[in-house]
């Protein structure tokens, strides 16, 4: 039984470098004709970028965007926060009456 896997070593992806316009080839040695980053849908509010609803795929979005910092993600993490305190008051009234 013969393997014909070949042992390349692959060099990492810089998604930077390759969105400026150097070259790209794939696992099989293609080269990549296009490469595109596409963006979260976010809102910015007093110069704070949040996503656009807390949905799954939104925040996932937002959260595995390549230029996403700590501090982003903090602000997310506190936002998403105070979005549920909101709705437990509500809760909590609604349970009132």
């Known amino acids: 039984m013969t ?10 992806f810089n998604l930077e ?3 400026a316009g150097d070259k790209v080839i794939s696992r099989n040695g293609q080269v ?3 490469v595109v980053e596409f963006g ?3 809102e910015t509010i007093d110069d704070v ?3 656009i609803d ?4 939104c925040v996932n979005d937002y959260v595995h965007s390549v230029h996403r910092t700590y501090e982003e993600l903090e ?15 509500s809760k ?3 349970r009132q009456l």
């Open 3 to 12: 393997n014909n896997k070949t042992n390349t070593k692959l060099k990492p």
């Open 40 to 42: 979260s849908l976010t």
């Open 75 to 89: 602000c997310l993490c506190l936002g998403m926060a105070n979005e549920f305190d909101k709705l437990n008051k």
């Open 54 to 57: 807390y949905t799954f795929e």
């Open 49 to 51: 970028e949040m996503p």
């Open 32 to 34: 990549v004709s296009q």
């Open 17 to 19: 470098r390759a969105l």
């Open 92 to 94: 909590k009234f609604e």
